[in-house]
């Protein structure tokens, strides 16, 4: 079983920066596979970013050139910072990890608002 934690989350004002942490239970050398997901309130749960194992990125347009995904092998964690942050990204943030089933963590909190 893999669990994956997240944490970073927070209340910051508009124009503001936070960093998501995602720590995974498990080595993820070889996972080629980890993303960042977000569920605003009354919304679906949305795809933010994803990495592959070689470090190859994909961003929804909403966020592209705002947050950067990066991973940390050695630490076996994932990252989203996430800088110029807008009301609209206010939304519970989630980790996900996919081999050949998903794995998802509890979320972190982000509110951006004055």
């Known amino acids: 079983q893999v669990q994956l934690v997240e944490s970073g989350g927070g209340l910051v004002q508009p124009g503001g920066s936070l960093r998501l942490s995602c720590a995974v239970s498990?080595?993820?050398?070889?996972?080629?596979?980890l993303g960042w997901y977000r569920q605003a309130p009354g919304k679906a749960r949305e795809l933010v970013a994803r990495?592959?194992?070689?470090?190859?990125?994909v961003y929804a347009d909403s966020v592209k050139g705002r947050f950067t995904i990066s991973r940390d092998n050695a630490k076996n964690t994932m990252y989203l910072q996430m800088n110029s942050l807008k009301p609209e990204d206010t939304a519970v943030y989630y980790c996900?990890?996919?081999?050949?089933?998903?794995?998802w963590g509890k979320g972190t909190l982000v509110t951006v608002s004055s």
């Open positions: 996900n990890l996919f081999t050949t089933i998903n794995y």
């Open positions: 498990r080595s993820i050398v070889s996972i080629s596979s």
């Open positions: 990495i592959t194992a070689s470090s190859n990125t």
